[in-house]
């Protein structure tokens, strides 16, 4: 999945979330798994924050909230938001 | 990826809970009365500061009359800092042309709003304001955004100089006492290896300590500003700025003079007063003038007079770094060794993409310690 095709409202498999997530984070295919922690995702830092925003409203049309961003700690908080908005579905 | 300023600043809005405008507008010099502000950002997120950090903050920011504005930008909500990024304006000369650029220095966020993307900005703001931002050095936590936002250009390469084989020994190996057996017949040894390596004066040239640069070193500095080399211009008011007034650490100066003409100098420092078992002292800055066929041998004298200087003060071991090859055959003459696992990274970035382009051929910058301002 190239995430940049999508259009806001496309449905992901969590398999295709963690290869885009490897992508905006530089990290090679397959390291990132839903337990990652953000401590061990070195691109995962301030930049790393407003880009996966921006991704996350340009891609899917979800906003985060100020909740949500603070309570990011992992890969797995990442895919808990995008089931929470209806845009993860499992295959 | 896009990371546009223009793209991303509605995020960091949102995350901070302002608006575009308010976001803008939070993005600011400091003024001197919010130093007790300022002070309290930086104990929340410097650890072990051995320094009286507002005597360092007022010299390093507030002191400059050359300067109109504080180069200290800090981002403020309600009068509240949030953020802050020092600056150290500076000439570039690139290809012989002079043009005004900015060190970003000791960029820090409050830890409660760690990671929210309030760093980012700062840099993505200071990007907008300033055509050209150069930053030395990098650690741990910051290395990974420094890559992706500016252009990682060069490393400064280490050489050593051990002068006490103690701070040798106890870095490297756990001996215990037998340390102390071995340490004599070493230091011995280490100095009659430094007499192998002694240099001497050119002649007409003469040695001696400088209190404090006049403006002659300018025009020093200018014979380096030539076609094919990048590098910040070196004025009395900046080396007396940096060095001579400098409230965290203490630098000895020496020259090189055919008559009054200033042919070179050094910087070095030996600073005991931070945490410094090893007692590591640094060949911090030098020029020699380039255009006369001896420069190595004035270059390789200045660093014989600082390596004899370093070591009636006591230092254990001398470090000298830097990121060019002009300097390479005197530091190695005078009995320096290279440590090739040991780099500090340089980065660049500039506005206009030609000059970004330019700015990152690592080969052609000059580079000292005295690029870097850890202490």
């Known amino acids: 999945m190239t995430r940049g095709n999508a259009a806001p409202g496309d449905t992901v498999t969590p398999a295709e979330v963690l290869d885009w997530l490897a992508e905006m984070f530089e990290e090679p295919k397959g390291r990132i798994t839903p337990a990652t922690p953000r401590s061990e995702i070195p691109a995962w830092d301030s930049l790393g924050q407003l880009l996966l925003m921006s991704a996350l409203d340009q891609q899917f049309g979800i906003r985060l909230t100020q909740g949500e961003l603070s309570s990011l700690a992992s890969v797995q908080d990442i895919l808990d938001i995008l089931t929470r908005h209806q845009r993860l579905i499992e295959k | ?375």
Not at chain 2, 323 to 338: L, P, Q, V
Request: charged share 25%; hydrophobic share 45%; with cysteine.
């Open chain 2, 1 to 375: 990826m896009n990371r546009s300023f223009e793209r991303l600043v509605p995020y960091i809005g949102r995350a901070l809970g302002l608006s575009e405008e308010e976001l803008t507008r939070a993005c600011r010099p400091a003024v001197e009365s919010e130093i007790q502000s300022i002070l309290s950002l930086r104990r929340s997120v410097l650890t072990d500061v051995w320094w009286d950090d507002e005597r360092f903050v007022r010299w390093r920011y507030f002191s400059r009359s050359a300067t109109a504005e504080a180069p200290y930008w800090v981002f403020a909500r309600n009068r509240e800092i949030l953020g802050a990024c020092g600056l150290e304006p500076v000439t570039l000369v690139v290809d012989g042309v002079a043009m005004p650029a900015v060190r970003t220095l000791d960029i820090m966020v409050r830890p409660d709003l760690d990671g929210l993307g309030l760093g980012a900005f700062i840099n993505l703001a200071l990007f907008r304001r300033f055509p050209i931002a150069l930053v030395t050095g990098s650690n741990e936590r910051s290395h990974s955004l420094l890559t992706r936002m500016f252009q990682h250009t060069v490393d400064l390469r280490f050489w050593k100089l051990p002068i006490r084989a103690r701070a040798v020994l106890d870095a490297k190996v756990a001996m215990g006492p037998l340390a102390a057996v071995l340490a004599p017949p070493l230091d011995l040894f280490l100095a009659a290896r430094r007499r192998l390596h002694q240099s001497s004066v050119p002649a007409g040239i003469t040695i001696r300590d400088i209190q404090a640069f006049d403006p002659s070193v300018e025009e020093l500095s200018r014979t380096y500003e030539r076609s094919g080399r990048v590098i910040v211009r070196r004025t009395a008011e900046y080396l007396n700025w940096r060095f001579v007034q400098n409230p965290r650490c203490r630098y000895r100066i020496v020259g090189a003079f055919a008559g009054n003409r200033l042919e070179g100098y050094v910087v070095t420092r030996l600073n005991l007063a931070r945490p410094n078992p090893r007692r590591e002292a640094e060949i911090v800055d030098w020029m020699a003038r380039p255009s006369d066929a001896s420069s190595d041998t004035v270059l390789a004298a200045l660093l014989h007079e600082a390596v004899h200087g370093l070591t009636r003060a006591g230092a254990g071991i001398i470090s000298c770094a830097v990121a060019t090859s002009d300097s390479t055959s005197a530091i190695e003459a005078a009995g320096f060794s290279f440590r090739p696992a040991e780099r500090l990274p340089f980065f660049v970035k500039a506005s206009d993409p030609a000059l970004h382009s330019r700015l990152t051929v690592g080969a052609d910058w000059f580079i000292t310690r005295g690029d870097f301002d850890v202490e």
